[in-house]
């Protein structure tokens, strides 16, 4: 693919415009024989913290119709993982030999937890990933479970305090909410963040067959066109932020979407959960694309 694509992030070349989102393909390995990593720019891991999480019980999915016609997907998995040593002494090394770009997703429980995993990472891993994603739609439990990514404050610190620990690209992951991504976008690149990833799943409830609410973030289908709108006013503001397109993205269409908007690469997130190998197949028909970009 490198005749045909190439994007940065810091210090790190993709060579395909596709990357997995996170939480949607496992930690990658699980994928292998199935995906074929080598039109794949980059895979994002599920969320990794400090400790262990459980995540929450189920029913954790709950799909989200109008008229029969399924348009979004709520989960609420709760970010369970097996917690950063676990993950850095058993999984990164078996994730770090697949032929595509690792970019480990992280969140915490309160500001200083995000540079801590990063920061366990980079001492303890003979196999570092190549960038980190910051989740920043995580409830802060020191200031009453407000999300770190509406907080000013909170993202600066967080942007601020793993910048101090990694050379590696930073990529924050904000929720569509277009204003405070305009606001929020400016306090993390002053702090050095690389690039962004927009956007998150919106928080959202359904009622089930049996009458009950169930509450998770939304994504797929409807997570489209405001996905599309934050990309849009995201680089009117901020014209040379690096993007990485995410919300709703099933097809070569809504993938040229995404980058004519601005983005200069795609994450496939609720679509692989239908087809895993769906992200290298849009990889495939986006090469015509690029070809008659170059030539424009």
Not at 47 to 71: A, C, K, L, W, Y
Request: with cysteine; charged share 25%; proline share 6%.
């Amino acid at each position: 693919m490198q005749n045909w694509f190439k994007a940065e992030i810091g210090n790190i070349k993709f060579e395909s415009p596709v990357i997995l989102a996170s939480g949607t393909a496992g930690y990658g390995i699980e994928l292998e024989g199935i995906v074929d990593f080598t039109k794949i720019g980059g895979i994002v891991t599920k969320g990794i913290s400090m400790r262990d999480r459980q995540g929450n019980p189920p029913p954790r999915i709950s799909e989200f119709s109008i008229n029969g016609t399924t348009i979004g997907l709520l989960n609420s998995i709760g970010l369970q993982n097996p917690g950063v040593k676990h993950f850095t002494e058993k999984i990164l090394p078996q994730i770090m030999r697949l032929p595509t770009m690792v970019i480990v997703n992280v969140f915490g429980e309160t500001e200083k937890e995000y540079a801590e995993v990063i920061k366990f990472i980079e001492n303890e891993s003979d196999t570092p990933p190549h960038a980190y994603e910051l989740n920043l739609s995580c409830p802060n439990t020191e200031k009453g479970g407000i999300e770190f990514g509406v907080n000013t404050k909170s993202v600066a610190k967080i942007v601020r305090k793993t910048r101090k620990v990694t050379k590696r690209p930073i990529i924050v992951k904000f929720s569509p909410f277009s204003e405070i991504i305009k606001n929020l976008m400016k306090t993390a690149i002053d702090e050095g963040a690389d690039a962004f990833t927009l956007v998150n799943s919106i928080p959202a409830a359904v009622r089930d067959q049996k009458g009950f609410f169930f509450k998770g973030g939304l994504s797929g289908p409807v997570l489209k066109p405001i996905a599309l709108r934050c990309i849009i006013e995201a680089k009117e503001k901020f014209p040379d932020a690096k993007i990485i397109g995410c919300g709703g993205i099933y097809s070569e269409k809504d993938a040229v979407e995404f980058l004519d908007a601005g983005a200069i690469l795609i994450q496939i997130g609720t679509a692989n959960f239908l087809d895993p190998q769906i992200g290298h197949r849009i990889a495939e028909k986006l090469i015509n694309y690029f070809k008659e970009k170059s030539q424009r």
